[in-house]
Structure formats: structure tokens, C-alpha cells
């Protein structure tokens, strides 16, 4: 079993920064995708970006040039570093990560968080 635990959610103004963590933890094998979803209410949950093993990253159009993301793999911890933070940013962040664990090596697995509330407002 693996688990995910985020944090660094908050309050923050417009124009505002915030830093989410996420560790990831449990019978880790191999890691093999790590990223940031938020769900806000009312609508459906988005990809905000995601980081591969080798580094790769992918972002939402909303959040390029705004948000970082990055990992340190021997932590097997994924960041999100978020600047310009926009009131159209309030939403609940769920970090995902695709993993194996050493029961099944060979056979990854799909994790989510409970998420941390990110608000944005004045």
C-alpha cells in the first residue's frame, strides 16, 4: 500500500505564492509519475501539471509560466510551486501519483491524496 499526503495549502491574495508538498510513502518500488490535480467546486477535476521519472513535465495552458513543479526523487516528494496565484486558482489541490510497490514490481498503480484547499482571494 502506498500512501500520499499533501501540504501547504492556504490563504493566499491575488499575486500571492504558495509551495504544495507532497510525500509520497509505503511499500515504494518504483515511482513513476507524480502531479498535481485540483477540483474545484462544481466542476471536474483538471490536471494542473505532472512530473515523469526522467524529469519530463507536463503543465495546464491556465498555469504555465506561473506554476513550477519538481521532485526529489530519494525524498519521493513532488513540489508545486505556485507565483501569480489568481482568485480562478481557488480549488482543492490532490497530488496523484502512479507507482509500484515491491508486492507487484511490475505492476503500477494509480494513488491519490485527500487533498489541501488552495484560496485565493482578497
Known amino acids: 500500500q502506498v500512501q500520499l499526503v499533501e501540504s501547504g495549502g492556504g490563504l493566499v491574495q491575488p499575486g500571492g505564492s504558495l509551495r504544495l508538498s507532497c510525500v509520497a510513502s509505503g511499500r515504494i518500488f518504483s515511482i513513476y509519475v507524480m502531479g498535481w490535480y485540483r477540483q474545484a467546486p462544481g466542476k471536474q477535476r483538471e490536471l494542473v501539471a505532472q512530473?515523469?521519472?526522467?524529469?519530463?513535465?507536463n503543465y495546464a495552458d491556465s498555469v504555465k509560466g506561473r506554476f513550477t513543479i519538481s521532485r526529489d526523487n530519494a525524498k519521493n516528494t513532488v513540489y508545486l510551486q505556485m507565483n501569480s496565484l489568481k482568485p480562478e486558482d481557488t480549488a482543492r489541490y490532490f497530488c496523484h501519483a502512479v507507482v509500484s510497490d515491491y508486492v507487484r514490481p511490475g505492476t503500477p498503480d494509480s494513488y491519490w491524496g485527500q487533498g489541501t484547499q488552495v484560496t485565493v482571494s482578497s
Open positions: 512530473i515523469l521519472s526522467g524529469g519530463s513535465t
